[in-house]
C-alpha cells in the first residue's frame, strides 16, 4: 500500500506539472462548460416550455454532471498519449506498483475536475440556480459529481491504452459527447415514449444528473410517474453506477498498462 501511495503520488505530480505546461488544454476545459451553460441556459432556455429560470435551475446540476461524465473523454486522450509517445513503457520498466500510474494520472484528472467545477456554479448561481437543501445538500451533490468523475477517469484510461493512435482516441472522446444527450442532463426524460425513455433513464448520467438535483432541492429531482429504478432513486442509482464502474475498470486498466501494447 505504501509503494502504491508513493508511486502514485510521483505520477499525479507529473500529471499535474503536465497540466501546468498545457494552459490551452485548461483554459478549453474551463471555458467549455461555461459557454455550454450560457448557450442552453439563454438560447435553449427560451424554446422549451419550462420558464427561463426553472430551466436554468434544471440545466445547472445537469451540465455539472455532463462535465463529470467527461472523465471518459479526458482519461482516454491522456492514457492514449502517454502510451503512444513511450511514456508508459518508460514507466513500466520501472520497480513499481502496476496501479500506481492509472491511479496517479484518475487522481490528477479528478483535482483538476475538482477546481474546473466551482467556475461553472458560481455562473450557475449568478443565472439563478440555488442548492435550496443548504450547505449538506451541495456537499453531497458535489461528492456524487467526483465520485463519478473518477469513475469515468479510469473507463477513459483502459479506452484510451486500447486505442490504437492518439488520433484514434481522440475522435473516440469526442464521439461520447452524445452521451449526455441521451440522458436527463439538459431535458426531463418523462417526455420521451418507449425504449429511448429508458435509455436515458439508465444512463448514469441520468443518475448523476438527477441525484444532484435531488440534494440540492432543485427542479427536476423528483421521480416522474413510472420512473425506471435509477431515475426514483438517483443518489442510490448514481453511487452504485460509479462503484460498478471502478469495480469493473480499475483491475481492467491496471492489467491493460502491465500488459503494454500487443
Known amino acids: ?42 438560447v435553449f432556455g427560451s424554446a422549451l416550455s419550462m420558464p427561463g429560470a426553472e430551466y436554468r435551475e434544471f440545466l445547472v446540476p445537469g451540465l455539472l454532471a455532463a462535465t463529470a461524465a467527461n472523465g471518459l473523454m479526458t482519461g482516454m486522450f491522456t492514457a ?3 502510451a503512444h509517445r513511450g511514456v508508459m513503457d518508460r514507466f513500466r520498466t520501472l520497480p513499481m506498483s502496476r496501479t500506481a500510474v492509472p491511479l496517479g494520472q484518475t487522481v490528477a484528472d479528478l483535482l483538476t475536475t475538482a477546481v474546473s467545477l466551482v467556475p461553472v456554479m458560481l455562473v450557475g448561481l449568478a443565472m439563478g440556480w440555488r442548492t435550496e437543501n443548504g450547505l449538506p445538500g451541495a456537499l453531497g451533490a458535489f461528492g456524487v459529481l467526483l465520485l463519478f468523475r473518477f469513475a469515468t477517469a479510469w473507463v477513459g484510461t483502459y479506452l484510451g491504452l486500447l486505442s490504437r493512435s492518439e488520433e484514434a482516441a481522440g475522435q473516440l472522446g469526442s464521439a461520447t459527447f452524445v452521451l449526455p444527450m441521451l440522458s436527463s442532463a439538459y431535458l426531463p426524460t418523462d417526455g420521451l415514449t418507449g425504449w429511448l ?24 429531482g423528483e421521480a416522474a410517474p413510472g420512473a425506471s429504478w435509477p431515475a426514483a432513486h438517483p443518489v442510490a442509482g448514481a453511487v ?23
Open 80 to 82: 492514449a498519449q502517454d
Open 1 to 42: 500500500m505504501t509503494t502504491l501511495l508513493s508511486d502514485g503520488g510521483a505520477v499525479l505530480i507529473r500529471q499535474l506539472q503536465k497540466a501546468r505546461h498545457a494552459p490551452a488544454l485548461l483554459v478549453l476545459t474551463q471555458t467549455m462548460p461555461l459557454m455550454m451553460l450560457l448557450f442552453f441556459g439563454y
Open 197 to 220: 425513455r429508458t435509455v436515458a433513464e439508465w444512463n448514469p448520467i441520468s443518475a448523476v444528473a438527477t441525484a444532484v438535483r435531488a440534494l440540492c432541492g432543485n427542479t427536476g
Open 240 to 262: 452504485l453506477w460509479s462503484l460498478l464502474l471502478l469495480a469493473l475498470f480499475v483491475p481492467l486498466a491496471t492489467r491493460r498498462f502491465a500488459r503494454g501494447r500487443d
